[in-house]
């Protein structure tokens, strides 16, 4: 533990509260701060706006396909975990955060000038900037022992976000409603006059939210012991209320499935710590496992998880930033786009919370098969919404989450897994390094 740590006044001030109220409280910093981060999804909304301003005041040359670089640069964040982690072993959780929220907010504030000057230069800010502050400030060490359950809470507030700024950035730029085209840029001159300012006004938004995150978050003092009280905690008042409410189904799915989840992690298997638990729960933390990064480096696991997240990110973010570029080319109601995005980011982010607890009650091979599966079967069904029109659009992403039993939604798929990967891979690197 970092001597810094051990003067954390914040930290020290939390072990007034009991477990449970402590991770509530990291939690809405956590929460806070991934709201902002979370307006990465959010690319897909503003990417119209922004082909048709740089397309008339920039470079008349730049399209819809140039600047879907932007997010493929701001992806680069599972990348960007790696400098994170390594800078929160060295210097502490709120420093590595820190430094991320600077260099992500730093980052849209610029975009104000570089949008102006050049798409590179652009690139450089909201593309790189962007994912490399985002990937340093996401962290996870409150709860190692439910690592699925709260980073499902945290990537609920990073899926959440859009919801909430998507119709923000709409109601900002396009007030009017003003129809785009059939190649689905705008054509209106003051509408595309005010896309620059609204890099600096949500910056400026970004960054209180990220300073009231980061005030309450800290390192966890004596996490193995805080973790174990909060272990009691939380199975008392979720794991209880889960159990009674999907038992019966939930004890023949777990049986006639986790036979099948081939996993090459050591595990470790005990009696629930409350008496009304029936089921075994899988406890990582009896035993830690943990590889130093040339050990990870040297293990088969480590690169099918890295191929996993590499495909389910590429065909989540394509959901996710082509979905408004597709909608309008037979959906000319900007506001209607913007509204049915936020409507089904809701539902993502209740997802996520749910997908978090399947990955921690069943396995991590279990999850992301079925999350990938119903993937493929909603991709499949892209091309037949343009026949239906904007409300059959609309029926097919609020349906997408239906058939996914309310837990998967195609346009967030890559959020679901990341939680996933996260839960297995810090159970595969271990907590040392």
């Not at 990064?293 to 998880?305: K, V």
């Not at 079925?370 to 659009?393: D, E, Q, R, S, V």
Request: with cysteine; proline share 3%; hydrophobic share 50%.
């Amino acid at each position: 533990m970092h001597g810094s740590i051990l003067k954390d006044p914040v930290a020290v001030y939390l072990l007034k509260f009991s477990p449970l109220t402590r991770l509530t409280i990291v939690i809405f910093g956590a929460v806070l701060i991934h709201l902002s981060l979370g307006t990465y999804h959010t690319f897909g909304n503003m990417l119209p706006y922004l082909a048709s301003y740089m397309r008339n005041n920039t470079d008349s040359t730049i399209n819809h396909e140039m600047l879907v670089w932007i997010p493929t640069f701001q992806g680069c964040f599972p990348f960007a975990m790696i400098i994170g982690g390594f800078v929160n072993a060295k210097f502490g959780l709120r420093l590595a955060t820190s430094l991320g929220c600077t260099i992500m907010t730093a980052g849209v504030f610029l975009s104000y000038w570089t949008i102006r000057r050049s798409f590179q230069a652009f690139l450089v800010t909201y593309g790189i900037m962007f994912g490399l502050g985002q990937g340093m400030a996401y962290v996870l060490t409150w709860a190692p022992k439910h690592v699925g359950f709260v980073s499902g809470i945290v990537a609920a507030g990073f899926g959440i976000s859009s919801s909430i700024f998507a119709p923000l950035q709409t109601i900002y730029l396009n007030p009017l409603n003003h129809k785009p085209t059939v190649f689905a840029y705008f054509t209106d001159r003051d509408m595309i006059a005010r896309v620059p300012s609204i890099f600096y006004t949500f910056a400026a938004v970004y960054g209180i939210m990220q300073f009231i995150g980061l005030i309450v978050i800290c390192d966890p003092i004596d996490v193995d012991k805080q973790s174990d009280a909060l272990q009691v905690q939380i199975s008392i008042s979720l794991w209880k209320w889960f159990d009674e409410v999907f038992k019966s189904k939930r004890t023949s799915l777990c049986r006639s499935t986790k036979q099948y989840a081939y996993s090459r992690l050591r595990t470790f298997s005990q009696r629930s710590m409350s008496e009304s638990l029936e089921e075994e729960v899988v406890n990582l933390s009896e035993e830690p496992l943990s590889l130093s990064p040339l050990e990870m480096l040297r293990s088969s696991t480590f690169y099918w998880l890295f191929c996993a997240l590499f495909c389910c990110s590429f065909y989540g973010n394509m959901f996710y930033n082509l979905y408004k570029a597709f909608g309008e080319t037979f959906i000319d109601d900007d506001m209607f786009m913007a509204y049915a995005f936020s409507t089904a980011s809701i539902c993502n982010a209740l997802a996520r919370i749910g997908w978090g607890i399947l990955a921690d009650r069943t396995s991590f091979q279990v999850s992301l098969t079925c999350a990938t599966f119903l993937a493929t079967i909603l991709l499949l069904t892209m091309p037949l919404t343009p026949f239906g029109g904007k409300w059959i659009y609309f029926i097919w992403t609020l349906s997408a989450i239906l058939l996914a039993i309310g837990c998967e939604y195609v346009l967030a798929i890559v959020g679901y897994t990341f939680a996933f990967l996260i839960t297995a891979i810090l159970a595969f690197i271990g907590t040392v390094y």
